[in-house]
């Protein structure tokens, strides 16, 4: 299986640039001085998460007169919101499958950028999306499970060894495994004694129990979805894990209550709205047994449901 | 009466390079499209809060020799965090004069960054300081009265022109006057058919009368101390008036329900934490009477009382 390379991720950015925000790496002056902490703050993405970075590089890399025939997704979360926006950006149409129990508020924000959102049953999201495909044309833009994705999320990496070249510690949230492939293959090529840690909540911890054994994880969907961190539900792809064998150090897991303390701490005490999701690696930082030394976390989203914000910043001491 | 110059804001960026945080423009996509909104998120200093910048230059041009008595500031708020954790990375002794109604929270995150934290009845905190200077020697660092703090706060003019060379609104929020006074510096020379708009709350709107009736206002403490917005209670010096008077196009006013709602939307639909301060610009935006096109919106610094931030987001519907 071919693995992506440090030029692929170079070449990434060179399209990402100007269309997705270039983040700056942010010091936490909470944490203690022999274990200093910067924040990757990417909730600062037009969208509100790291995904716009991925669709970006997979919507340039179609050529221009396919393009022009629309690109599809199936996705009712951040994906399908970056697929939507970058398509906009490209002036090309966007249709994106979302399911019956997906709320209105994400179909909405999805059809803000201008995609046709079609509805069906859980259960028929693949294969509605592949119809589309087949019946329309246009092109499939996976979430996590290709190439051009993986080298978009990359660029992520990229830009903490550029800012933190002396970087020791790099965590990132996991779930289908797009953004630490990428990441941890960047971080490899220009930061190599650095080490990239995987970020799991616990009830959602396939990939860790999968680091582990040292085969790819089976949970069951059902089991993946108990988590609060509705982003991190996925479960890695073959070309994936790869990556995560071949270069990830480790990949831990958190609980519930320490993700929703850590959502609560970003806020407070680091000016930083995150979802559930994006707060896994803040929540590793404060409770994990980790590597010392200078440490990136990775903020992924801040698309978070406001009563669950005003609920940890109403329960919690920090 | 000698105005700073774009030539101090350039020297003050190389000194501010490194030390301050390089804030990305975010655009922000809830904005109607004929009126584009970008969000300047300074609360994601290291302090929460732009003041870094101002301290950062003003700490820098003291002479070696001078710097290591120390420095001297009275502020209970952004300013005396940004005076303090500059002279730790400086490695000079930093003395901070609060007032016996300072939340104790403020006082020890101002410790936390070694300085010694000196206590004393309101109307004494400025005799204090310049006590303290007189007898024990150290350089006062005031919050905006001086060249070289609105030098450094006119950094993020400079980034402004350069990451969006047509910008034609830029909404800073207004104080003591020192960071519009920057700013409005940068902007008239590096993007100069943009205009730049003071905002103020409607209860501490001194300067916009002011502006209005072309004299340095009069306001008391005690009206100005009637907002929300902690961080806009100052009054403009004869520095920063003059600066306002010659380079600023307008300053208008929200309201404190305003300001609350503003705080909402930039949580849940921009993913940024915003102080009652720091929202101000966001709710001219959304409520006053403003110029139409490329709108920069500061959003000057994120340290809210949670409390605060969890009834806005209970409260608001956004």
Do not use: C
């Not at 509805?119 to 693949?126: F, H, I, L, S, T």
């Not at 010392?292 to 005003?310: E, Q």
């Amino acid at each position: 299986m071919r693995l992506i390379t440090i030029d692929d991720i170079e070449a990434a950015a060179v399209r990402v640039a100007g269309r997705a925000v270039r983040t700056p790496l942010v010091p936490s002056l909470w944490a203690p001085e022999d274990r200093p902490l910067w924040l990757k703050p990417e909730q600062l993405q037009p969208i509100g998460a790291f995904k716009l970075r991925g669709a970006v590089n997979a919507i340039a890399r179609i050529p221009d007169d396919v393009r022009e025939k629309g690109v599809v997704a199936y996705s009712s979360g951040n994906h399908a919101q970056a697929v939507a926006y970058t398509a906009k950006l490209y002036g090309v149409p966007a249709t994106i499958v979302v399911t019956t129990n997906t709320p209105q508020v994400k179909i909405d924000a999805t059809a803000r950028h201008g995609a046709k959102v079609v509805v069906v049953p859980p259960a028929d999201r693949e294969s509605a999306a592949e119809e589309i495909v087949a019946t329309q044309g246009g092109t499939m833009v996976p979430p996590f499970d290709h190439p051009d994705v993986i080298a978009g999320q990359g660029t992520i990496g990229l830009e903490i060894a550029a800012d933190l070249p002396d970087v020791e510690v790099v965590l990132v949230p996991v779930s289908g495994g797009g953004l630490i492939s990428g990441i941890a293959t960047a971080i490899r090529a220009k930061a190599p004694n650095a080490k990239v840690i995987g970020v799991e909540p616990e009830l959602a911890g396939d990939t860790a129990e999968g680091f582990r054994l040292g085969r790819r994880p089976d949970w069951s969907t059902d089991d993946r979805a108990r988590t609060i961190a509705d982003g991190l539900r996925s479960t890695p792809s073959e070309l994936t894990f790869a990556h995560i064998t071949k270069l990830v150090d480790d990949v831990v897991t958190v609980t519930e209550d320490q993700i929703r303390d850590a959502i609560a701490v970003l806020a407070v005490r680091s000016q930083q709205v995150a979802e559930p999701s994006g707060a896994v690696t803040t929540a590793a930082y404060l409770h994990a047994d980790l590597p010392r030394g200078r440490t990136v976390a990775l903020v992924s989203g801040g698309n978070i449901d406001p009563a669950l914000l005003a609920e940890v910043l109403t329960r919690q001491q920090v």
